[in-house]
């Protein structure tokens, strides 16, 4: 059995899948006894999307004491959210402006991000992760999409190697948040990306492809996934109003709906696929199902919004306790996924 970690895009609201992988961890560490347990330690297989991207790189980076040994654990992943989500999204009066009249592409200023990301990683490279995984992007001028993939870079070298800084500025240049990312493997190859949501806004399906394709050995059935989403903006854009605005002005709608219809669709896919196999125990999604408590736009990092993303993420973790302490009990155990084990008849219902 592969078990499959998979975490959606959606800015500052990584907090709500942040808050779950400090939930997991925490109970991990409950559960076994061991206070240094981490994620990394209980998944074979990792995926993320834009800011699900960046959670996944911190939680799989290597210590520089011990390469073996994740440097961060679940809680300090979610601090780049609560330490630096006001700074990341912070637009100066004079940027607002000129991007609403299409002066800019972008409206906020990438290198705050690029140096934060730099404090997290500094030179640590994607072969350097300590498990296998993809991280998505899209290439704008080959017009397909690019996986960064930590198998990969370690078997092809620097052609297919990356700094993990770079990989995550990419991953996350979300169209008119932020600039198209140029960056270079470690071969000094152009990539020029943007965020991988505009495909993969859920990375679990490609998560699935991918574990089928490198493993030829594993089939559907063989594989579990755990897909821990941001939520779905379900805000209503009226025709009128979309019709007269500027085509600049509309690209965060855009953005939007691009996002939500990407991740709807593929968690859509993965039901009816895992049920067609008999196995919907075998593909778990947690998200919230209602983002009206907050302002769900993924550069909302307001302090007073924060505040109500970690409201909403405290809920959500509180009203599937019982699903997580099931899944924790799952993933400790020495056979995951059996399918007559009493932990799957809770699952399954």
Not at 222 to 249: C, H, M
Not at 256 to 270: G, K, R, V, W
Request: glycine share 6%; proline share 3%; charged share 25%.
């Amino acid at each position: 059995m592969k078990r499959i970690l998979s975490i959606d895009g959606g800015g500052i609201r990584g907090i709500i899948p942040g808050m779950l992988l400090v939930a997991l961890e925490e109970k991990i560490r409950q559960a076994t006894g061991n206070g240094s347990a981490h994620l990394s330690d209980y998944f074979d297989f990792f995926a993320g999307t834009s800011t699900g991207g960046i959670l996944l790189s911190i939680l799989l980076c290597p210590d520089a004491e011990n390469a073996d040994k994740p440097k961060y654990s679940a809680k300090e992943a979610l601090d780049i959210y609560l330490d630096h989500g006001i700074e990341i999204f912070a637009a100066k009066p004079w940027r607002r402006f000129l991007s609403r009249f299409g002066l800019l592409s972008e409206l906020y200023d990438n290198s705050v991000l690029e140096k934060i990301l730099l404090t997290y990683f500094g030179d640590r490279k994607l072969s350097q992760l300590l498990k296998p995984c993809i991280i998505t992007a899209y290439n704008i001028e080959l017009r397909k999409n690019h996986l960064f993939r930590q198998q990969k870079a370690i078997s092809h070298g620097d052609s297919r190697d990356f700094y993990l800084r770079d990989v995550c500025r990419a991953t996350s240049a979300a169209p008119t948040y932020f600039s198209v990312a140029e960056i270079f493997s470690l071969a000094n190859t152009r990539y020029p990306l943007v965020d991988g949501g505009v495909f993969a806004h859920n990375p679990s399906l490609s998560a699935l492809l991918e574990v089928i394709k490198t493993y030829n050995s594993y089939k559907i059935d063989d594989i579990w996934i755990l897909s821990l989403g941001t939520g779905l903006s379900k805000v209503s854009y009226n025709y009128e109003d979309f019709k007269k605005k500027r085509a600049i002005s509309i690209g965060p709608a855009l953005v939007d709906i691009m996002s939500s219809s990407s991740a709807e669709s593929t968690n859509y896919y993965l039901k009816q696929l895992f049920h067609s196999v008999g196995k919907s125990e075998n593909y778990i999604r947690i998200e919230p199902t209602n983002l009206s408590s907050i302002d769900a736009s993924m550069d909302a990092a307001t302090e007073t919004n924060i505040q109500k993303i970690i409201s909403l993420a405290d809920k959500l973790v509180s009203e599937n306790e019982t699903m997580i302490n099931t899944i924790v009990e799952e993933i400790i155990a020495d056979k995951p996924g059996k399918k007559d084990r009493s932990v799957w008849n809770f699952l399954k219902n």
